[in-house]
């Protein structure tokens, strides 16, 4: 089956600071979407990408849909406490129905 | 509101013993779906059902046993749990277009001793 790379796996950064994270995929995907999970909580949709090449924003966060169709980023501009949690990428592949392959997850964690 | 609801939240059970976890959405969402979480495993797919009495395997169905009779309800029966069952839970519905993004529920946490 597909695999979806994500990284890095955890990132300690200080509030502030700029986080940037990836997902590749051994095939092409035709939606990218990136989650967020608090502790004790569902995953949150961040963003959704539909193109190749789009670049979409949500406040301080940046994800792009990479232009070979293989990969996406995600961005965080300027962290603050709250950005702390698990960041998923998923991508839904041309022929899957509408099924969904997750990416194993970045844990981010914010120090003052 | 627009919610997923799952229930039980956490379960702690013995082997063997038969086990369902509810499902709900308020949404009149056509597709369903079940996914179980372990670390470094993201999110892998149980089942999911397209709309009502269609469903079919995820990734790692093994084990478990779904039902959609309802179109706001899509339980997962786990008949004889097992401990590699051990796992955190997530429903997740969205609407008829494979481009609109799944909701999620907040996720029930399953121990099987």
């Known amino acids: 089956g597909q695999q979806l790379n994500q990284s890095p796996q955890s990132m300690f950064i200080q509030e502030g600071e700029d986080v940037s994270m990836n997902c590749t995929s051994s095939?092409?995907?035709?939606?990218w979407l990136w989650y967020k999970q608090d502790p004790g909580e569902g995953p949150v949709l961040l963003i959704a990408?539909?193109?190749?090449?789009e670049l979409t924003s949500n406040g301080r966060l940046t994800a792009q849909f990479g232009i070979t169709r293989k990969d996406s980023f995600l961005n965080i501009s300027a962290s603050i406490p709250s950005d702390v949690g698990i960041y998923f990428c998923?991508?839904?592949?041309?022929?899957?129905?509408?099924?969904?392959?997750f990416g194993a997850g970045t844990q981010v964690v914010v120090t003052p | 509101e627009a919610q997923v609801t799952q229930n039980p939240r956490y379960l702690i059970t013995v082997t063997g013993k038969k086990l369902t976890v509810t499902c709900s959405q308020n949404?009149?969402?056509?597709?369903m779906s079940w996914y179980r979480q372990d670390p470094g495993l993201g999110l892998r797919q149980i089942y999911y059902?397209?709309?009502?009495?269609?469903?079919d395997k995820g990734d790692v169905p093994e084990g478990y046993k779904v039902s959609r009779k309802e179109k706001r309800n899509f339980p997962l029966i786990l008949e004889s749990p097992s401990p590699n069952q051990t796992s955190l839970y997530f429903c997740?519905?969205?609407?008829?277009?494979?481009?609109?993004?799944?909701?999620f529920g907040d996720g029930t946490r399953l121990s099987i001793l």
């Open positions: 997740a519905s969205r609407g008829p277009s494979i481009n609109q993004p799944q909701h």
């Open positions: 095939s092409i995907f035709n939606t």
């Open positions: 990408l539909y193109k190749a090449g």
């Open positions: 998923a991508g839904r592949a041309p022929d899957s129905w509408g099924k969904l392959q």
């Open positions: 949404m009149n969402h056509e597709y």
């Open positions: 059902s397209m709309n009502v009495e269609v469903t």
